[in-house]
Each structure stands twice: as structure tokens, then as C-alpha cells.
């Protein structure tokens, strides 16, 4: 019997009519093992995973490989985004045994849940090196009852392995200016000075490393790493990867230029670009950051936002071409042929010619993915727009991806802080609600009566995996973000909450952290990774948020716990900063105070207004920022904060120093360095 039928995860659902008997993670199915006395096999994936689906067709839907599944195995299915911790101990198994990674991630575990044999994808017949899925599950079933002695020797090995790693880092000092300027020198050299970004393909888009590079360069002046942030920026806009009609990046390119991503479209890639590009132009003014910023935020709200106000996780990579079959960017290319249908011959020239269509096809079967070209010379801006309009409209009326519906803490934490800054900086009121409505529905949905976080939720219901730390610390700074921007203290408190719950729950001793709470289900190994890879990592974004509320707060124990934290960026950051962008991004505001900024005027007032506009586009690193009356008790930064005349002030304080108060924006910009 397929047990997925009753999930709330959109990934596992995709399964419940698999004829596989598939089970969803949890003591029950290993029980069945047990009494059953077979292997485990546990597939783990996500919805918007290209070749997750691939094995599905090719495997889980075929008869007789499910009754092969169903005979000598009890199957688990695993939605790697409601379970980061499930995903990320077996994933560490596979890539200590394989060398390598990724989705769909098959491990096959005794009743006990220790891994004895690791793959990720396996086709239905022998191909490229790789043995058929039906070979596969013969071999591991035959080993299971035929040398059951070297199998429990080899999971004991591998458990016993697992388990005796942990991290020592943590405590040992904070970063300085030494460890930041050696991972600055180590990014360089990673640079690649042709195309942009960093190392080779497929390239990913290198979000953390780019806020560290901005806020590098506001705190040193150093212009190598802000050409380096604003070149790459640049080539991703005009790449493939992002989307030139309807806004939005999708997750990676798969050569070095940018040209054809892998098409899935997820919120925490779109969240993390959207806040670079609109800090970019914070930096500079640069147009195109702009546009991309707004567009990119567009996208969330038009593409992501669900009906309770939350933001849905992914856009599929795959759609039906027209013809019934799912085929990988069939929603996104274009041929010529499919250009004049839609403009007209004379319009589809240009098209092409603006947007990098050719006969031969930068994608598959012809077909080209739209871009933005450096030669093609003066452009009309209104017919462009007009092409651009007409294009978009009648891609609408394809077959659209599919959406996993289902709402993640920790990445709608990340959409609400892009969200809030990017209203504020273009005056776009109707951002700063739709992050403030995802807000209100982690509260109401995600926090329940107790403070502690679901980590998913879909349709408005939460889901029963408890959050994990990333979830806690990208959900704060969320918050953090929305109270600076909007003036609300209740924002800083619920962000306090949640960061009362990090140092119960997740703080090791020396300062390291756990992915996972003290009271979570215990697994053969505790989850515990600092690396920032396509989110920061639940270590390095505690860090940022506990860093930020410690300076609205005065808080000793939050500043002490954040400067442990970084302790492993000081051990890392100089060996390998494209692995701990987030981290150095907080290091940087560490270094700089964070500078602490309030300001104080009567509700409604003009000036107060324009000082806090002038303190929210200051690009002092990780800085802080309240505003209020001057009697208000939202803020602990606005205590002993009187009015200056009469009129609204700006105060600025930077490790433990305050400045004189301002009523001059202008003066108030030149102290946060613009």
C-alpha cells in the first residue's frame, strides 16, 4: 500500500500513485523492516528536480520494478526540503563513499537506518558506467541475505564513521581583517575574469559571496571586489539564467557563460539575488540592478505567492512542449519559427537578433534560451518593450511548470527581507505588505502557541517536521529586516524569540552550532555544516541574526553567541570563501560594529522620513536600524533618543561610540559612508 496519499508535501505526492508501496519517513516503516527483516531503500528528492523525475518515470511508475521495490525492500520517500537533516546525514554518507552527490539520492539502510550502499540516479538499463536500477536492487537484495555479515559490518563502519565526526570549530576568535582580506585574494583567484563569477561550469549563481563583496568594498573602499560583485551581476542579468521576459533567476547555468540554466526557478535563489541586486544599486545606482531587483521581486509575488500570503518554494524545470511530453525548459525557449508566429516577421528579426535566437539554437532541438547579448547594438526602447509584451503574453498561453505549493520557513524569511528592502529603496509600499502578510502567516501558521517553528506549511496547515536552525535564523532575519524597514518593534520581538530558542537548542559548546534542536529526532549522525551553499547555512545565518539583534538590543549573550559562531569563518573563510559567503558577509559586519542607527521624530513626520530612508540606503555593512517616536518603547535603540530641536534626529552609535545627533539626511549619509 502506497502510504503518500495524505502528505502535505507536493514532492511526495507526486508518488502517491506510484505502484512502489512507498512509506513516508518515520519509526513506522522501520519497524516494518524489522519485522519484514529487509533493507530500507530511501529515495530522497524535491519537486522541482529534474532528474528526480526522470527516475520516477523511468523506475517508480514501471509494474515490475515496483515489484521488485515492494518484494525485498520497505521504500521511503523523503521531500528534501521538509527534512533538510534526513537529506544532509545521508547525503554526507554518500559523498564520503561516491566522491560525489545529488538528487534523486538513493541509500540503502539496514532496519536500524544505518547506509550500507549509496547511488543518486539509476536508469532502467546499464548506461554511461552506470548499472540499471533492476541490477541495482538484485545485487543489494542478494548481499542482504546472502553475506548479511559484511553488510552490517560495512553500515556499522560507515555509522561509526558518520558519527564520530563533529566540528571543533568555533570559539577560537573572531575573523579580522587578515582572514577577509585572504579570502578576498582567494576569491580573486577563483574569478573568472572571462564570463564572471567564480570557477567554472556549471556555474551557480554565488549570492553570499556577492553580499561579501558589497559589503567589503562599504567598509574598505576596495574596488576589485565590487567590480567583481557588479560584473557578475551584470552577466547573470544578461544571461540565460535569468529570465528576460518575465523576471525571475533559474538555479544554475550549466556551461561557464550563463547561457542555458537548469530551468527550476527556486524562491531562495530569487530572495538572495533580488536583495544583491537591490544592495548593488544601493552601492551604485546601476539601472540594471534595478530593473533586475524589481523584476525579480515581481516575479515572487506573481509566480510564488500562495493564497494565504506565503511564498511557494519552486517553479518545475520541466513543462508539456505542446505535444504531451515534459520536456526541460519547454516553458522558457524559443525558435525563430515560434518568434514570427508571435511578432510577425520584421519583429522577430529584431527579436532574434536583441534576444540571441539563431537557427542552430543555444538549447536543444533548435530552440534558443533568450538573453541579452553585448553587440547588438542601439536599441528602440519602446518597441523592445512592446516585443518584450507580446512575447511574455503568448508564452502564457503554454503549458505552465508545475509549482510546489508548499511553504518553507527559512526561505520565506529570506523573501520577506528581500521583500522589505526592496520596497523601501524603490518606494514600492506594496512589497513591504507582501512581506509583511509572509510574515504574519509564520507567525500565525509556522510559530504556533509556543514559539517553536514548523517547517513547512501548505494550504494555510503546518506541516509536523520541526524546523531546523536555518529555518529559526533565516525566519529572524526576516523579521529583523521588516521591523527596521517598517518601524515596527513587534517585528524585533518575535525575531528575539526565535533567537532565544537558537541558544537553547542549537549552541554547542565553544560556540558551534547544530542543524538540529537539542529535542529533535535523533538520527545516526546530528546534522551539523557552517558551509553556505545555495542558502547560507543555518551556522553562518544565526550568526548574522544574532550579530544584528544583539546590536538593537544591547544583548551581550546574543553578540557572545554570534562571535562564537563565527569562529569557524575565522578557520574557513581564508581556505575557502565560495563555500562561506554568508559567513564572511557577517565577519564584514562585525568588523564595521554594526553601526546602530535610530531615529527619532513625531509619526508622520517629513524629515524623519527621509532619515530613515537615508539610513536604510546606507551601505554600512549588517547595519541596524530603528525609528519611531521618540517615546517609544518598540525599540531599545530609541531609549534616551529626544528630539533635537524640536525636529526628528538620526543618532549613530558603532562599537559601543555615539555620535553626535543629525537633522541633515545629507550629514547623515556621509557618517554611514555613502
Not at 537557427?359 to 547594438?377: D, H, M, R
Request: net charge negative.
Amino acid at each position: 500500500m502506497n502510504r503518500l496519499a495524505g502528505m502535505t508535501s507536493p514532492y511526495l505526492l507526486q508518488h502517491a500513485d506510484n505502484p512502489v508501496d512507498w512509506w513516508p519517513w518515520g519509526p513506522e516503516a522501520f519497524e516494518e523492516a524489522k519485522r519484514r527483516d529487509v533493507p530500507v531503500l530511501l529515495s530522497v528528492g524535491y519537486s522541482a528536480c529534474h532528474w528526480c523525475h526522470v527516475m520516477a518515470h523511468e523506475s517508480f511508475e514501471d509494474d515490475a520494478t515496483a515489484a521488485d521495490v515492494n518484494e525485498h525492500f520497505v521504500a521511503v520517500k523523503v521531500d528534501r526540503e521538509e527534512r533538510p537533516d534526513v537529506d544532509a546525514v545521508y547525503m554526507e554518507a554518500v559523498q564520503a563513499a561516491t566522491g560525489q552527490g545529488g538528487w534523486p539520492m538513493t541509500v540503502f539502510l539496514t532496519p536500524d537506518a544505518e547506509p550500507f550502499y549509496f547511488g543518486t540516479y539509476f536508469p532502467p538499463e546499464a548506461r554511461h558506467g552506470m548499472p540499471s536500477f533492476r541490477d541495482v536492487l538484485d545485487g543489494v537484495s542478494r548481499a542482504w541475505t546472502e553475506r548479511r555479515d559484511e553488510v552490517g559490518e560495512v553500515a556499522g563502519n560507515i555509522t561509526k564513521d558518520l558519527a564520530s565526526r563533529s566540528l571543533a570549530y568555533g570559539g577560537d576568535g573572531v575573523p579580522g581583517e587578515a582572514e577577509l582580506a585572504q579570502a578576498l585574494l582567494g576569491l580573486t583567484r577563483d574569478y573568472d575574469s572571462r564570463s564572471a563569477g567564480f570557477g567554472g561550469a556549471p556555474k551557480f549563481p554565488p549570492s553570499m559571496v556577492l553580499e561579501f563583496l558589497l559589503r567589503h568594498h562599504a567598509r574598505t573602499g576596495a574596488e576589485g571586489a565590487l567590480q567583481m560583485a557588479a560584473d557578475t551581476c551584470a552577466a547573470m542579468a544578461r544571461g540565460g539564467i535569468y529570465d528576460q521576459l518575465g523576471g525571475g533567476f533559474a538555479r544554475y547555468s550549466v556551461d561557464r557563460d550563463w547561457v542555458v540554466p537548469h530551468f527550476e526557478k527556486m524562491l531562495y535563489d530569487n530572495a538572495l539575488l533580488c536583495r544583491v541586486y537591490a544592495h548593488l544599486w544601493r552601492t551604485t545606482g546601476d539601472d540594471l540592478a534595478r530593473r533586475v531587483a524589481l523584476e525579480t521581486a515581481d516575479f515572487m509575488v506573481r509566480e510564488l505567492r500562495t493564497p494565504e500570503g506565503g511564498f511557494a518554494s519552486a517553479l518545475d524545470a520541466d513543462s508539456d512542449d505542446g505535444t504531451g511530453r515534459h520536456v526541460e525548459g519547454a516553458y522558457y525557449v524559443w525558435t525563430p519559427a515560434q518568434l514570427t508566429e508571435a511578432l510577425g516577421e520584421e519583429d522577430a528579426r529584431d527579436a532574434a537578433r536583441y534576444f540571441g535566437v539563431t537557427e542552430e539554437g543555444t538549447f536543444e532541438e533548435g530552440a534558443s534560451v533568450l538573453q541579452l547579448p553585448q553587440n547588438t547594438g542601439p536599441v528602440d526602447a519602446d518597441r523592445i518593450a512592446s516585443v518584450k509584451e507580446r512575447l511574455l503574453a503568448a508564452r502564457t498561453r503554454r503549458p505552465r511548470p508545475g509549482r510546489d505549493d508548499k511553504v518553507v520557513a527559512a526561505w520565506n524569511g529570506l523573501a520577506i527581507a528581500a521583500l522589505a528592502e526592496t520596497g523601501a529603496f524603490f518606494d514600492r509600499p506594496d512589497l513591504i505588505e507582501r512581506a509583511t502578510e509572509a510574515a504574519d502567516l509564520l507567525v500565525r501558521v509556522h510559530m504556533g502557541q509556543g514559539a517553536r517553528l514548523s517547517r513547512t506549511s501548505k494550504d494555510g496547515r503546518g506541516g509536523a517536521n520541526a524546523g531546523v536552525l536555518e529555518d529559526y535564523a533565516d525566519v529572524a532575519e526576516g523579521f529583523l529586516a521588516l521591523a527596521g524597514v517598517t518601524g515596527e518593534g513587534v517585528w524585533l520581538e518575535f525575531a528575539g524569540f526565535l533567537l532565544d530558542i537558537v541558544l537553547d537548542q542549537f549552541v554547542a559548546e565553544g560556540g558551534a552550532l547544530y542543524d538540529t534542536a537539542h529535542d529533535a529526532e535523533t538520527l545516526i549522525r546530528r546534522p551539523q555544516d557552517p558551509t553556505d551553499s545555495a542558502t547560507p547555512s543555518g551556522w553562518t545565518a544565526a550568526a548574522g541574526a544574532l550579530l544584528s539583534y544583539a546590536a538593537h538590543t544591547g544583548s551581550e549573550a546574543h553578540r557572545a553567541a554570534a562571535e562564537g559562531a563565527l569562529g569557524v569563518v575565522k578557520a574557513l573563510g581564508p581556505r575557502a570563501p565560495r563555500f562561506i559567503g554568508w559567513g564572511l558577509a557577517t565577519a564584514e559586519a562585525l568588523l564595521d560594529g554594526p553601526r546602530e542607527i535610530a531615529v527619532a521624530g513625531p509619526a508622520g513626520d517629513d524629515l524623519a522620513r527621509a532619515l530613515h530612508r537615508t539610513a536604510l540606503l546606507a551601505p554600512a555593512p549588517g547595519a541596524v536600524v530603528a525609528s519611531g517616536t521618540p517615546d517609544s518603547d518598540e525599540f531599545p535603540l530609541l531609549r534616551d533618543r529626544p528630539l533635537v530641536d524640536g525636529g526628528a534626529a538620526a543618532y549613530v552609535c558603532r562599537h559601543f561610540t555615539c555620535d553626535a545627533p543629525t537633522t541633515d539626511p545629507a550629514e547623515l549619509a556621509r557618517k554611514l559612508g555613502r
